[in-house]
C-alpha cells in the first residue's frame, strides 16, 4: 500500500524559504507521477509542481515558476520542493500525491492523482 509523508512545513516571512519533503513508499517508483498540491482556506486543492519518477519531467504552476523547484531521489523514493521568494500567498496545506500509472507529463488534476499525503502546513506571514 502507497504511503506518503510530507514534512518540512512551517511559518516563514515574505520573502524567505522552505524546502518541503515528500517520502513515498509501497510500491515500485519507477513511474507514474508524484505531485505538489496545496488547498488554502475557503479555496480549491490547486496544482503547484510535478515531476515523473522514470525521467523526471517536470510541471510547474505559473504563479511558482521562478521560485519553487521540484526534484526526486529515486534512491530514496523521496520528492523534494524548494520554495522561495515565498508571498503570502502562498500560504495553504501542502500535499504531495503519486500516480501509479505512466502518462507522458505530470498531470496538474488532482482527480489523476491515486494516493495521497497528509499535508503540512506552510504559512508566509506578511
Known amino acids: 500500500q502507497v504511503q506518503l509523508v510530507e514534512s518540512g512545513g512551517g511559518l516563514v516571512q515574505t520573502g524567505g524559504s522552505l524546502r518541503l519533503s515528500c517520502a513515498a513508499s509501497?510500491?515500485?517508483?519507477?513511474?507514474?507521477?508524484l505531485g505538489w498540491f496545496r488547498q488554502a482556506p475557503g479555496k480549491e486543492r490547486e496544482f503547484v509542481a510535478g515531476?515523473?519518477?522514470?525521467?523526471?519531467?517536470?510541471a510547474y504552476a505559473d504563479s511558482v515558476k521562478g521560485r519553487f523547484t521540484i526534484s526526486r531521489d529515486n534512491a530514496k523514493n523521496t520528492v523534494y520542493l524548494e520554495m522561495k521568494s515565498l508571498k503570502p500567498e502562498d500560504t495553504g496545506v501542502y500535499y504531495c500525491?503519486?500516480?501509479?500509472?505512466?502518462?507522458?507529463?505530470?498531470?496538474?488534476?488532482?482527480?489523476?492523482?491515486?494516493?495521497w499525503g497528509q499535508g503540512t502546513q506552510v504559512t508566509v506571514s506578511s
Open positions: 500525491a503519486d500516480k501509479e500509472t505512466p502518462y507522458w507529463t505530470p498531470p496538474r488534476g488532482s482527480d489523476w492523482y491515486d494516493h
Open positions: 509501497g510500491r515500485t517508483f519507477s513511474f507514474g507521477a
Open positions: 515531476i515523473l519518477w522514470s525521467n523526471g519531467i517536470l
